[in-house]
């Protein structure tokens, strides 16, 4: 007889696969019209500066800062109806030797002095100055000349004698914002001109100021 073998164990179906839903159909995008390409137009003519108008790397040592800038003293002399004020001595005329020529001119008084404001700071190279010419030229004899800092103390740059003209030049260039001659003593303090030489900074001068200008058109309205 036969011996059966084991029974085979059945087999269980898994779990009925989920059919997919398609998603919904995308919708194709449609391009928009080709962009025009821009063609440039001409090119701007670049602008080459003259010489007179590029700015200098070393600049002008020579400039008088002084010249009608604000001054002022410590009296005005009374007599014969002049004009002695301090402005006179910053405003260009370094005669002084008739009844109409004009100078700065204290009261005899102690300490006088006379001082000019640069209005700005300014690196300053030299300094000259115009004694009278009528014979009083004692009365700048020991005046001492100082310049002032940016933050308000002052360097003593020479002291003055009987000469007609004073002509200073600093070794070393001092950034100042204004001058004063001063006596330290019972004094009269007379002046026929003084001039400042100096340049601004670079960084700081406005060099377009009253320059030629020009432009492609003019608006009409």
Known sequence: PVTPGPTATPVTPGPTA???????????????????????????????L???????AAPSAKVNIAFLKP?????????????????????????FQKDDDKASHT???????????????????????WN?????????????VELFYPNGTYKVVETLDTALVYDIVLE???????????HEK????SLTEVEVYGYMSIAKANIAFGKPASQSSDFDW
């Open 71 to 95: 001054a002022h003293q410590s009296s005005d002399f009374d007599w014969a109806d002049a004009d002695w004020s301090a402005s006179v001595a910053v405003d260009g005329n370094k005669n």
């Open 172 to 182: 070393n260039e001092v950034e100042a914002t204004g001058l004063r001659i001063r």
């Open 107 to 129: 009261m005899e008084e102690s300490n006088p002095w006379w001082t000019v404001d640069f209005e700005g700071k300014y690196y300053v190279t030299g300094i000259k100055i």
């Open 186 to 189: 019972e004094a009269f303090l």
């Open 50 to 56: 003259s010489p007179t108008m590029m700015p200098s």
């Open 18 to 48: 989920t059919p997919v839903t398609p998603g919904p159909t995308t919708t194709p995008v449609t391009l928009g019209p080709t962009a025009t390409p821009v063609t440039p137009g001409p090119t701007t003519p670049s602008v080459t």
């Open 132 to 144: 009278r010419q009528d014979g009083y030229q004692e009365r700048l004899d020991g005046a001492i």
